[in-house]
C-alpha cells in the first residue's frame, strides 16, 4: 500500500476556491492510478477526478467538469485538485486513493484502490 496524506479543505462561500493536495509516500511502487473521490453524508462515495500512466490519462466527473482541474507530480509524487467555482453540492470529505501495481487505468469504483487517505472536509455555503 501508499501511505497517502491530504491537505487543503476547508470552508468556502459558493463561487469560491479551494486547492487539495495529497502527498505520497512509504511505497515501493508508482500506483498506475491516483485519484480523487468525495462522499456526501448519506450519500456514497464518487470519483471527482484521477490521473492514469496508462497513457497520461486525466478523468474529470461532468458534475465538477469545467470548475476542478487534476493534476499529478510525479517528481513530488504527489496528487493535487484545484476546485474553482465551488457550489454548495460540492460539500463532502475528499479522499485521495491510489491503486495498486497490478491494476491498470482508472475506474470510478473505491474497490479498484488499496490506499486510502484520512479525508479532508470542503464545506461549501450559499
Known amino acids: 500500500q501508499v501511505h497517502l496524506v491530504e491537505s487543503g479543505g476547508g470552508s468556502v462561500q459558493a463561487g469560491g476556491s479551494l486547492s487539495l493536495s495529497c502527498a505520497a509516500s512509504a511505497y515501493s511502487y508508482r500506483p498506475n492510478c491516483m485519484a480523487w473521490f468525495r462522499q456526501a453524508p448519506g450519500k456514497e462515495r464518487e470519483r471527482v477526478a484521477a490521473?492514469?500512466?496508462?497513457?497520461?490519462?486525466?478523468y474529470i466527473a461532468d458534475s465538477v467538469k469545467g470548475r476542478f482541474t487534476v493534476s499529478r507530480d510525479y517528481a513530488k509524487n504527489a496528487l493535487y485538485l484545484q476546485m474553482n467555482i465551488l457550489v454548495p453540492e460540492d460539500t463532502a470529505v475528499y479522499y485521495c486513493a491510489a491503486s495498486p501495481p497490478q491494476h491498470r487505468g482508472c475506474s470510478g469504483s473505491p474497490a479498484w484502490y488499496n490506499s486510502w487517505g484520512q479525508g479532508t472536509q470542503v464545506t461549501v455555503s450559499s
Open positions: 490521473v492514469s500512466t496508462v497513457g497520461a490519462s486525466i
